[in-house]
């Protein structure tokens, strides 16, 4: 299908199905609205996107990068109509209906993109992911730890660090990240990573903001940063 973007018009009425869920959860997604010329508008460029589903964020950050790299579009992060409307392309990988046909979306900023503000912009199921493979782009696999999940469950590993600009934009923050949590072998989360537990991601976002108050992290490299970490980072930094 060609690449459109949501009218205001567009983004009120997907607005509405979102809280519509809340008390009617099996109501069916309203697809209309992604070719309807009262909600939606063709994007100049001719990109084409297509249904399909993703094994992980980076799989859908890498698919939409190099679908947008086709034409000379500008601003794309910004484009809170084009995010708003591929999320509800993709809807049913966004939000997948349970055994009982009944979806939970939760908060809005997860589909209709808050493009003003990075604190709440990160949470968007594809703008998100889309921007941290933009900045980590000659090598996003350093970046894993926050695009190794599935879209609809990014989890606390993208919740504690995606967002914190200073911590997710850094090459070797996010090397350090990826080597401490994410299982090489699996290419998911080590167990115990996203809980409140001794050395997991939480602790590392509360130990690199302080390091940031003395220390430059952006000249930071990832050997240093890893072996400064305090010791109770050595049950993950020990596989790492």
């Known amino acids: 299908m060609k690449l459109r973007r949501l009218t205001e018009a567009g983004m009120q009425a997907f607005g509405t199905y979102l809280d519509t869920l809340e008390s ?20 100049l460029g001719g990109v084409e996107v297509e249904k399909r589903i993703f094994s992980n964020r980076l799989e859908a950050a890498k698919y939409l990068d190099e679908q947008f790299s086709t ?17 509800l392309f993709y809807f049913e990988e966004l939000c997948p209906a349970d055994a009982d046909g009944e979806r939970r979306p939760g908060e809005r900023a997860r589909y209709i993109a808050e493009s003003a503000n990075f604190q709440r912009y990160y949470r968007h199921l594809l703008a998100g992911p ?24 990014p989890g606390d590993l993208v919740e504690q660090l995606a967002s914190r600009q200073e911590l997710v934009t850094n090459t070797a923050v996010m090397e350090v990240a990826t080597a401490l949590y994410v299982d090489p072998g699996t290419g998911k989360p080590k167990r115990g990573s996203q809980t409140k537990s001794v ?22 490299k990832f050997a240093e940063l890893l072996g400064i970490l305090p010791a109770e980072f050595n049950r993950f930094r020990t596989s790492a």
Do not use: M, N
């Open 71 to 87: 034409a000379e579009l500008t601003d794309i992060e910004r484009d809170t109509g084009l995010w708003s409307w591929l999320a």
């Open 199 to 220: 050395g997991a991601v939480r602790r590392l976002a509360d130990v690199l903001s302080q390091f940031d108050v003395t220390w430059d992290l952006y000249s930071a």
């Open 130 to 153: 889309y921007r941290i493979f933009r900045a980590h782009r000659r090598a996003p696999e350093r970046a894993l730890a926050v695009l190794c999940q599935p879209l609809s469950k």
């Open 24 to 43: 009617e959860p099996t109501r069916l997604i309203p697809e209309e609205l992604l070719t309807d010329s009262v909600t939606s508008e063709l994007v």
